[in-house]
């Protein structure tokens, strides 16, 4: 029975293939296969093992060989056993010259390129859709926020601009990390290939052989393991992208508060519940599922760093974490990018709600054009600043507007008259450059999707 929410509830079938166990067993039987098969080319073993090995590999399961581990407690070398019975006469070929990690690291390399792939371009889904909405929404003036509180407007195009900036360096990030980490080996107990010297003149050339089979590539430098540093390099770069998809997430979920209201999450008024008591709950359950995945994430990062950090050639406290960590984290970034690509996809922008915060706020979150306008009549930026942070902090006290409390003060009403003030002091008309640097970053993201490949 399902213990773990990632068994039934988190991430996709595409990923949860992946790291099922029967796939692991399969990919690992799929190495030895490799490693016959290069051998025979080399001319170390007959190709008719390799071949016999090769359609042991196909039929072998995870019962056969789980079966045989309960038994000897050594999981790869009960795969060993099987392939080894199933080649008949030619099972004496199997597993030879190679160690344990020989087969176990290179099969989590396959995993973490075949999990990569999914992942990049389900990012790749998530920029599109970013850039999509956010040239839909390139000239929809709200009110920009800083510590929650009214700021310069900006445009909602240009925070989705901001968004796609994030999405589109994790993305980069991200695929330099997964071929970082999608690296095998086939270099024997300590590292050194002695074995496989005693097999061929430049034992070299059946790892380099046998990672072209699989289609990754081997790391230059192996002790009995591929150096843990590249898989801490994965994790950690999942972990910043999954604190990108939470930072959006929670943004998101701050806007469509009752308080503010301009944007709000799919909902399914039809059929979707929001509170089993309160009838009248739409909760943005999406991104709070985003947000609190990143948790667990961010987590896991302690644990891929701790895995650096082995004995010697190696010791086995990193294999147990890894068996939790790598599938964990993969399903549920997974997760994250398949709800967040929804969210986005789904998200009501309510141009009428940004319109009355704006008419409600955004007065007197043009008190920074005031004051530059006030330095181009030709007063000092301290003097500007100071005149109307004093207007403002009236305005606040007294409840009147922005505007009037400026033409309170002498000075400022010398140089603004109450028309100039009524123009400056027109939220939708101090936008800077906002659309202009939206729409370049999202042609820049449309290059940037050209370009990237996880091949």
Not at 100 to 111: E, F, G, R, V
Not at 220 to 243: E, K, M, W, Y
């Amino acid at each position: 029975m399902p213990v773990h929410p990632i068994d039934y509830r988190y991430g996709s079938d595409e990923i949860r293939r992946i790291f099922d166990v029967e796939n692991r067993i399969k990919l690992m039987a799929r190495v030895e296969a490799a490693l016959a098969q290069a051998q025979a080319e080399l001319g170390i073993i007959p190709h008719e093992a390799a071949e016999e090995i090769r359609k042991a590999a196909e039929q072998v399961t995870y019962e056969e060989v789980k079966e045989v581990e309960r038994v000897i407690g050594h999981e790869t070398m009960a795969l060993v056993k099987v392939l080894s019975k199933k080649s008949g006469e030619y099972g004496k070929y199997v597993h030879l010259g190679a160690t344990s990690n020989d087969i176990l690291d290179t099969a989590m390399a396959i995993q973490i390129k075949d999990a990569g792939c999914v992942l990049v371009r389900k990012a790749l889904d998530l920029l599109k859709v970013i850039v999509k909405r956010g040239r839909e929404s390139y000239d929809v003036v709200q009110l920009g926020r800083t510590h929650g509180m009214a700021a310069d407007p900006i445009t909602f195009g240009f925070k989705m601009a901001y968004w796609s900036y994030m999405i589109r360096n994790s993305i980069g990030r991200l695929v330099e990390a997964v071929k970082a980490a999608s690296k095998g080996k086939m270099s024997g107990a300590v590292g050194t290939m002695a074995a496989f010297s005693l097999l061929c003149r430049d034992p070299r050339r059946i790892q380099s052989r046998v990672m072209e089979i699989l289609g990754i590539e081997a790391a230059d430098v192996s002790t009995q393991i591929v150096p843990r540093d590249g898989l801490a390099q994965l994790i950690t770069s999942i972990a910043i992208f999954s604190s990108v998809l939470d930072a959006i997430a929670n943004e998101i979920r701050n806007l469509q508060r009752v308080e503010i209201g301009e944007v709000q999450e799919p909902f399914r008024a039809e059929s979707q519940v929001g509170s089993s008591t309160m009838p009248h709950k739409r909760n943005p359950v999406m991104s709070e599922k985003v947000c609190g995945l990143a948790k667990v994430i961010r987590g896991l990062v302690l644990t891929s760093l701790e895995n650096v950090v082995l004995e010697h050639e190696r010791d086995l406290t990193n294999s147990s974490a890894e068996r939790c960590m790598l599938p964990e984290v993969m399903l549920l970034f997974d997760e994250q990018l398949t709800t967040l690509t929804k969210v986005i996809k789904g998200l009501k922008i309510n141009e009428d709600k940004m319109r009355e915060n704006l008419i409600k706020f955004g007065e007197m979150a043009t008190a920074e054009r005031v004051m530059m306008e006030l330095f181009r009549k030709g007063l000092g930026r301290q003097e500007a600043h100071e005149l109307v942070r004093r207007a403002a902090m009236r305005a606040y006290e007294s409840g009147k507007s922005f505007k009037d409390s400026l033409l309170e003060e002498k000075v400022v009403s010398k140089y603004l008259d109450e028309e100039r003030l009524r123009k400056l002091t027109d939220p939708t008309n101090y936008l800077g450059i906002s659309k202009e640097i939206a729409l370049e970053e999202f042609e820049r993201a449309d290059e940037f999707i050209k370009g990237v490949s996880c091949e």
